[in-house]
């Protein structure tokens, strides 16, 4: 396997702020203002998590609560006003949820979010109990990688299998993300799974090649 690829774990936030089913509206409201955060896990038995609770779950609620007469022509569907009309996290949340191990690849809850369209996931054990949670935020966090890092890793990952000296003599230079592979190779051919390779490595934005065919070079 090429490389490393950072898995939730890394860099999910592991200490979060949950529910019970049983919370209230009012505590789940003050919940989401002080961890500075737009859902909730709601959590029951040791910590297994049986739904989640967002701001758009709780918006009915405000809405017919600031005007009941508006907010009731609003909400014409049946779940809708049933939702507003809530005041547990049992009754608002989100369930069955859409949740994430701890040991998926972060590309892994990159497609989950954008499938459910949610912008936190939480993140679970096998047997479905609450180990933290990964945000958008934190799946960019791959990309902070140092330069240098992401160069040595192709080095030593990448370019020796793909183009082994003495045949091939590539330099490899990241800069903000960039791979740029310099030098000569002797087998071009190679190139697309390089640039498949290159740009699987945690951390890598985009792969650029300067290189020129070995033999032109007097490479046998």
């Known amino acids: 396997m090429y490389g490393a690829p950072h898995i939730v774990s890394d860099v999910m936030t592991h200490t979060v702020a949950a529910v019970g089913p049983r919370a209230a509206f009012k505590e789940m409201v003050r919940l989401m203002q002080d961890w500075k955060v737009s859902a909730l896990p709601v959590i029951e038995g040791e910590g297994r998590v049986v ?12 809405e017919l609560r600031d005007d ?18 809530a005041r547990t996290a049992a009754d608002l949340m989100s369930s069955p949820p859409i949740t994430v191990r701890a040991g998926a690849p972060v590309a892994e809850a990159a497609r989950i979010m954008a499938r459910a369209q949610v912008k936190r996931l939480p993140v679970v054990d096998e047997h479905q109990l609450l180990q933290g949670v990964v945000s958008r935020a934190d799946l960019l966090k791959v990309f902070l990688r140092e330069d240098e890092d992401i160069a040595e890793e192709i080095r030593r990952e990448i370019v020796p299998d793909l183009f082994p000296a003495p045949t091939s003599d590539v330099r490899v230079e990241v800069h903000d993300g960039v791979a740029a592979l310099h030098g000569r190779v002797r087998d071009s051919s190679l190139l697309p799974v390089a640039a498949r390779l290159i740009r699987a490595v945690e951390g890598v934005v985009d792969v650029e090649f300067d290189l020129t065919p070995a033999h032109s070079a007097g490479k046998p």
Do not use: F
């Not at 758009?56 to 405000?62: G, K």
């Open 68 to 85: 009941p007469d508006v907010g009731y022509l609003r909400l014409r569907r049946p779940a809708d006003l049933a939702r507003a009309e």
């Open 51 to 62: 739904g989640v609770v967002s701001e758009a779950d709780l918006l009915p609620t405000e």
